[in-house]
């Protein structure tokens, strides 16, 4: 008896640790093909690089910086993004506070400012994202789509940490 309860153990170990590489190499996937691969996040880890994360609104940036939990939340909308096709993907309006020109402004390590600073933009009302790199001053990479079901999330973001009052609603 003594013998089965020693084998299990390793075996447990092992399957335990197949389930955890396989999670790793399947959230790699789905952040090198979101508009997440552009920027300095290549992988899981790459997460920690960016120190803070700020909204901004045409005029309007939020006072402060998201909390590690609406980072995180943040970060798995933008993980749902995928290249953009323009055949394919449709506009569309969300209700609520209109915004104009959100851009989400990542900041990386302790020396930022906005010539080192990843933004992605947000073509609001395509649904459209990508990416500019303000170390290399350019658009990098492809154009990604967010769906309405997590455009409707990150504008819950927006909302809650930019004071929307005054702007127009649609």
């Not at 309860?5 to 999670?23: A, E, G, H, Y």
């Not at 700020?54 to 995928?82: G, H, N």
């Amino acid at each position: 008896m003594k013998n089965i309860k020693k084998r299990k153990i390793p075996i447990i170990v092992i399957v335990l640790v197949m389930v955890s590489l396989c999670v790793i190499v399947f959230l790699q996937h789905i952040i090198s093909k979101s508009v997440l691969g552009e920027t300095k996040v290549k992988y899981i880890a790459d997460i920690n690089k960016v120190q803070e994360v700020q909204l901004v609104q045409q005029d309007f940036t939020a006072e402060k910086m998201l909390s590690e939990r609406d980072k995180l939340r943040l970060f798995w909308i933008l993980c749902s993004t995928r290249k953009y096709n323009k055949e394919k993907d449709k506009s569309y309006l969300l209700d609520g506070y209109f915004l104009f020109s959100p851009k989400i402004r990542l900041c990386y390590g302790e020396d930022y400012g906005w010539y080192k600073d990843g933004i992605i933009y947000w073509e609001y009302k395509t649904g459209v994202m990508y990416y500019f790199s303000g170390e290399e001053g350019k658009v990098k990479g492809e154009k990604y789509y967010l769906e309405e079901d997590k455009a409707a999330k990150l504008k819950e973001l927006f909302e809650k940490y930019i004071n929307l009052q005054g702007v127009g609603r649609q």
